[in-house]
């Protein structure tokens, strides 16, 4: 089961994937972004919201040269997380 980190802001190292979840009508749904050096706009990668088992594939595609960075989790307001999605630290 894979483990993921909740976002802080300012928490999480250059060059880390964040998944931000929200409500779309009455579904979840996410939007990957890499976060960048301090003073930088993050990268948000485009595409269309994504389901959340599609943007934690999504988001481990992205991760270049076998960094081992986690990857952090953003829930919006009235976003539970979901135990089938794995472990949230």
Do not use: C, H
Request: glycine share 12%.
């Amino acid at each position: 089961m894979e483990t993921y980190r909740r976002y802080r802001t300012g928490a999480a190292p250059p060059g880390s994937m964040v998944i931000k979840f929200y409500y779309s009508g009455d579904q979840v749904r996410g939007f990957i972004r890499k976060v960048t050096r301090p003073g930088e706009d993050d990268a948000i990668f485009p595409g269309e919201e994504m389901e959340p088992n599609d943007a934690f594939r999504a988001a481990r595609n992205k991760v270049v040269g076998g960094e081992t960075l986690p990857i952090y989790v953003e829930l919006s307001e009235g976003v539970r997380w979901d135990p089938t999605w794995g472990m949230l630290e």
